[in-house]
């Protein structure tokens, strides 16, 4: 990939990645309707990233070990208890690694990348119910814990009194935990008029933690007593809600999906004296239509953002909060002729 910076030039930016994976899947002896799952993926990541001009470097490489472990508890044909461990990783994007400053239009920010960043380990723990009530219904809870090691987090950093910068930053760690519920029903059983609706969704409740540093809360102090030595991880919400509805009907090739999407308050981007700056809770509505014109021959429409939601992005300051940029999104409205064959 090359781009033109702000200060003028190119770069260059390589990715290579090579990985091999064993697996096992066996019924554990002794313990009926109990069947472990397991393997291990090895991988190895060379990343590279530098300016032609100035001859500035960026580069990342590491082999990884990642096992995973799930045991799959069939209580009865229609019905599991899952527990699962598996170690990821996340790597840096190259506009996260770029070891130059370039200008964002969106926002009025100059960014920075960081070249000196590691990739994220994770290790996931996952305990699962699963209930299929009949063919494409579900009905399942879930436990999740996850353990984050060398998390990168885009950071507002002062430069000067009337200046500062995005950058990005590892942690040393921080932690995900949470509950998540999903369902799926066909409404059939409940009117013959129903047989061809299905109604769906899923809800995530989550709290993160992440251990502000000494310097952050003494900054914090001045304008705020007692701060608290945690706060969320960036990115991540604490709620997640999707609901969707479809009627699909095969025989007049007639479909409609509604899909509903809210989250609530993420954290965008962290500043060095506590006033983080949040992207605010949105909801959003898409609509998609399609029917069958001729044999092998429809039409579509699809409408996105039906509420025509605003992206909002602010920050508080001593109980008071600040508009940082309010960006309309718009409604987007696509229609399709397709021919299949």
């Given at each position: 990939?090359t781009?033109?910076p702000s200060?003028?030039?190119?770069y260059?930016?390589a990715?290579d990645?090579?990985?091999?994976?064993?697996m096992?899947e066996t019924p554990?002896?002794?313990?009926?309707?109990?069947?472990?799952?397991?393997?291990?993926?090895f991988?190895?990541?060379d990343?590279?990233?530098?300016?032609?001009d100035?001859?500035?470097?960026?580069?990342?490489?590491?082999?990884?070990?990642?096992?995973?472990?799930?045991?799959v508890w069939?209580?009865?044909?229609?019905?599991?208890?899952?527990?699962?461990y598996g170690?990821?990783?996340?790597?840096?994007?190259?506009?996260e690694f770029a070891?130059f400053?370039?200008?964002?239009?969106?926002?009025?920010?100059?960014?920075?990348g960081n070249?000196?960043?590691?990739?994220?380990?994770?290790?996931?723990f996952?305990l699962r119910w699963?209930?299929f009530?009949?063919?494409?219904e579900?009905?399942?809870a879930?436990?999740?814990?996850k353990?984050f090691?060398d998390?990168?987090?885009?950071?507002?950093?002062?430069?000067?009194?009337?200046?500062?910068?995005i950058?990005y930053?590892n942690?040393?760690s921080?932690?995900v935990?949470?509950?998540?519920l999903e369902?799926?029903k066909?409404l059939?059983?409940?009117?013959?008029?129903l047989?061809?609706?299905?109604?769906?969704?899923?809800?995530?409740?989550t709290?993160?933690?992440?251990?502000?540093t000494?310097e952050v809360?003494?900054l914090?102090?001045q304008?705020?007593?007692d701060?608290?030595?945690?706060r969320?991880l960036?990115?991540?919400?604490?709620?997640?809600?999707?609901?969707?509805a479809g009627?699909?009907n095969?025989?007049?090739?007639?479909?409609?999906?509604?899909f509903?999407n809210?989250f609530?308050d993420?954290?965008?981007?962290?500043?060095?004296?506590g006033?983080d700056i949040?992207?605010?809770?949105?909801?959003?509505?898409d609509?998609?239509f399609?029917?069958r014109l001729?044999?092998?021959?429809?039409a579509?429409?699809?409408?996105?953002n039906?509420l025509?939601s605003?992206?909002?992005?602010?920050?508080?300051?001593k109980g008071?909060?600040?508009i940082?940029d309010r960006?309309?999104l718009?409604?987007?409205?696509?229609?399709?002729v397709f021919?299949?064959y």
């Amino acid at each position: 990939m090359t781009e033109v910076p702000s200060q003028g030039g190119n770069y260059d930016g390589a990715l290579d990645t090579g990985a091999g994976y064993l697996m096992t899947e066996t019924p554990v002896p002794g313990v009926p309707s109990l069947e472990f799952i397991g393997g291990v993926r090895f991988e190895y990541t060379d990343m590279s990233l530098n300016t032609l001009d100035t001859d500035t470097e960026g580069a990342f490489s590491q082999f990884d070990v990642l096992p995973s472990v799930n045991l799959v508890w069939t209580l009865r044909e229609d019905m599991n208890l899952r527990l699962a461990y598996g170690r990821t990783i996340a790597l840096p994007s190259f506009r996260e690694f770029a070891p130059f400053q370039s200008f964002n239009f969106i926002g009025d920010f100059t960014e920075r990348g960081n070249p000196a960043l590691k990739r994220t380990r994770v290790d996931n723990f996952d305990l699962r119910w699963e209930w299929f009530p009949r063919a494409g219904e579900l009905l399942s809870a879930s436990l999740y814990y996850k353990d984050f090691t060398d998390p990168i987090e885009r950071t507002f950093v002062a430069e000067s009194v009337d200046q500062g910068i995005i950058t990005y930053r590892n942690r040393e760690s921080a932690r995900v935990y949470g509950v998540e519920l999903e369902a799926r029903k066909r409404l059939g059983g409940l009117a013959p008029w129903l047989e061809h609706v299905q109604v769906g969704g899923n809800l995530t409740l989550t709290q993160s933690q992440i251990d502000r540093t000494e310097e952050v809360l003494t900054l914090i102090r001045q304008f705020r007593d007692d701060p608290d030595e945690t706060r969320q991880l960036q990115g991540q919400s604490p709620y997640i809600a999707n609901v969707n509805a479809g009627y699909d009907n095969p025989e007049t090739g007639t479909a409609v999906n509604v899909f509903f999407n809210r989250f609530g308050d993420r954290l965008q981007t962290v500043s060095a004296n506590g006033a983080d700056i949040f992207e605010r809770a949105r909801s959003t509505l898409d609509i998609n239509f399609s029917q069958r014109l001729l044999p092998g021959v429809s039409a579509s429409i699809s409408v996105k953002n039906v509420l025509n939601s605003d992206e909002v992005v602010s920050q508080t300051f001593k109980g008071d909060e600040f508009i940082n940029d309010r960006r309309p999104l718009g409604r987007t409205v696509s229609v399709g002729v397709f021919y299949s064959y």
